[in-house]
């Protein structure tokens, strides 16, 4: 069995390559290049799942995709995410359809008077899925995916051998495409998760010269109310050190903590491969080379990764406390970020510890009387019970208080924008 230290170099080589953007341009450059000798349309694969409730939304602007580009659009059937796509599938999957009650509206679709499918309603639902062809569904797939969420789908049926020949057929397309998750558009090499992803698509199809006219763009929908100082308000942040898309979140949500007058309250926990929770080669990938588009497209340093997993990651931790009684946790946290997805830097090194505490104006002799204590662990532990509790598993999660109130609980640095909803509105 490789050592720790092995294996920590070995998973930063690879993270490294997976956020390498020289590599993804390289890779389309060559995709388009064969496309065009095989005189191929643009094809975009859309892999739907049908008790998804992502799945339908993003369902929801085929049509204008259709409309806007010259594109030859496929609707893949599949059943069941990916072995690998779920470490929490029960928390998940009410997670899902809460936060798609959220942020619906937004995009202005009508999710209301919503409820979870009963198996008998999925069943009958994949059936006339099933019985459709490619023209049948792209024309369908967007009304008849909402009334299914409504309770007022009825259609066709078809066999149970149709059924699974179909899923299968499905579920192998979406493996060789790289992903595990219903709601994902293909193009070229690269997977576009559900509506968060979909606007990435649409820019790339647009250098290629695929738009018909006016550009595409997929936003919710934003509320103008001017930002002001609040009270009896604060926001959590559920941290950890090994998630790209926590660092990713870091300088919108200090943003946020400035322009509501909030404090931002940061709460580590461990990360899911220190939970003994595995990550496939594949979802790795998917994470840090979409972390990477992200990172472009937000105008933030990423791509030298070197991974803390294991006793770096435990030596940072052990020093927040301390950190964290100067009112410095939340700048510490980022700043190790930062060496960790940016810079590539070794931050388990006491060299780096003891500049970073300098840095931050902190006492580095007192803090390092803290470095490699354990007494951080049951609280970290009991950041990841309290996250939990409100049906979330992952970094980042944020939870919104008013008055002592938790109003807001969502996960991803995808729904920033929907806690600066929800303090428009306060």
Not at 156 to 166: A, E, G, Q, R, Y
Not at 201 to 214: H, I, P, S, V, Y
């Amino acid at each position: 069995i490789p050592s720790e230290s092995i294996l920590r170099a070995i998973r930063s080589s690879l993270m490294t390559r997976f956020a390498d953007l020289s590599l993804r341009d390289k890779k389309r450059n060559e995709f388009e290049l064969r496309r065009k000798q095989r005189v191929e349309p643009h094809r975009v694969l859309f892999f739907f799942q049908s008790n998804d409730p992502y799945s339908t939304l993003a369902a929801q602007f085929l049509h204008q995709i259709q409309a806007s580009y010259a594109v030859k659009l496929e609707i893949h059937l599949v059943g069941e995410e990916g072995y690998d796509a779920l470490p929490e599938p029960e928390m998940y999957r009410k997670y899902v359809f809460s936060d798609v009650q959220k942020i619906a509206p937004y995009y202005g679709i009508d999710f209301s008077n919503t409820h979870i499918p009963s198996e008998e309603e999925k069943n009958r639902f994949l059936s006339h899925l099933c019985s459709l062809n490619q023209e049948e569904l792209i024309q369908q797939l967007p009304s008849i995916s909402l009334e299914f969420w409504k309770g007022q789908f009825s259609g066709n049926t078809s066999s149970d051998t149709i059924i699974k020949d179909t899923i299968e057929q499905g579920n192998q397309k979406r493996d060789e495409c790289g992903h595990y998750l219903g709601a994902i558009f293909h193009y070229g090499g690269e997977n576009y998760w559900g509506i968060d992803r979909i606007n990435f698509l649409l820019e790339r199809l647009e250098t290629l010269g695929a738009n018909k006219g006016t550009s595409l763009r997929v936003n919710p929908a934003l509320n103008p109310h001017p930002s002001r100082q609040l009270s009896d308000v604060k926001l959590e942040i559920f941290f950890s050190a090994n998630s790209p898309y926590t660092y990713l979140a870091f300088n919108r949500v200090k943003e946020l903590g400035k322009t509501y007058g909030i404090p931002v309250i940061v709460r580590p926990i461990m990360p899911m491969l220190m939970r003994k929770m595995d990550i496939s080669r594949r979802k790795g990938f998917y994470i840090l080379s979409d972390s990477a588009r992200v990172a472009e497209k937000l105008e933030i340093p990423f791509g030298k990764v070197k991974t803390p997993i294991g006793y770096p990651l435990r030596r940072i931790y052990s020093l927040f406390p301390y950190v964290n009684s100067h009112d410095k946790g939340f700048d510490y946290l980022y700043k190790c970020m930062e060496a960790i997805f940016a810079t590539g830097t070794q931050v388990g090194s006491k060299e780096f510890l003891r500049q970073l505490l300098t840095d931050l104006g902190l006492d580095a002799d007192e803090g390092f009387k803290h470095l490699d204590a354990t007494d951080w662990e049951a609280g970290f532990e009991k950041n990841r019970l309290d996250m939990y509790k409100v049906n979330c598993w992952g970094a980042p999660t944020f939870k919104l208080f008013h008055k002592n109130n938790n109003i807001l609980s969502i996960w991803g640095q995808d729904r920033i924008w929907l806690v600066e909803e929800e303090l428009k509105k306060l």
